[in-house]
């Protein structure tokens, strides 16, 4: 039997074992009648380090996905930025012209924390190199339309210093002490109800970012703070958004 609906998860760099890595986190959500496609940028940069390599996978990328765009119903951009393919592939005729929605999972996992947690209380991010602590932030508020200052709900973006790829390559221990130190210094800034995984290649890495949630505050709270993926956040939103053709 044919799936009802299919979905298209794109990973703009190079590196196919990121791409095999978002495949269980999808498959644990058991959207048994939507297929889930998945592309890996066929060249351009291994690794989206910065906002330069952003702009340069989009050449490599691009050009591949046009032919693909009329056999699916939905598109997520799997790349923790805010990637130039997102409001791209929105403009592509085919997309805009079948109502086909298109997210990042940057987008997703931001819209979701939005959602789940308190009023009162705020999101942050956990990411890989230094320099997305601005970019991110800065994103937080182009996406969040709030002007020159970011939202109040917005507690901000600690890094572990590990680009995506040496997530993956790293001695584990190493990876694990890392992304933990960034959970707890962002836990420490108050108020944070949602930690987002800042990064495609931090797939899998939530039970990490639990055990510091319990570490620095204890059980009770700790158990209480929401981890958000942004595949799993993208993904769960296409499916409403593809269903309902909103």
């Not at 997102?86 to 999972?105: C, F, H, W, Y």
């Not at 584990?172 to 949602?194: I, W, Y």
């Not at 942004?230 to 939103?237: E, H, I």
Request: aromatic share 6%; proline share 4%.
């Amino acid at each position: 039997m044919a799936s009802a609906r299919s979905i298209l998860i794109i990973n703009p760099n190079s590196t196919e074992s990121m791409t095999e890595g978002l495949r269980p986190l999808i498959e644990s959500l058991h959207f048994e009648d939507t297929s889930h496609a998945f592309f890996t940028a066929p060249s351009g940069p291994k690794s989206i380090n910065d906002e330069d390599d952003a702009v340069e996978s989009v050449k490599h990328t691009l050009p591949a996905l046009k032919p693909l765009l009329d056999r699916h119903n939905g598109f997520l951009v799997a790349c923790y930025s805010k990637h130039p393919l997102v409001p791209l592939l929105k403009q592509e005729a085919v997309v805009k012209d079948g109502r086909k929605p298109v997210t990042g999972i940057f987008e997703a996992s931001v819209s979701t924390s939005l959602q789940i947690i308190h009023p009162d209380e705020k999101f942050g991010i956990v990411s890989t190199g230094k320099v997305w602590e601005k970019i991110l932030s800065e994103a937080v508020v182009d996406f969040l339309g709030t002007g020159s200052e970011a939202s109040r709900r917005f507690a901000g973006v600690e890094t572990t210093g590990l680009n995506a790829t040496e997530l993956h390559d790293a001695p584990q221990e190493e990876v694990r002490k890392r992304v933990q130190g960034a959970v707890k210094r962002l836990l420490k800034r108050g108020d944070v109800g949602a930690v987002c995984l800042g990064c495609a290649g931090m797939a899998g890495m939530d039970e990490w970012v639990r055990e510091a949630c319990v570490e620095e505050l204890g059980e009770l709270d700790g158990e209480s703070i929401r981890i958000v993926d942004g595949v799993q956040a993208g993904v769960a939103w296409l499916e409403g958004a593809v269903r309902s053709g909103f």
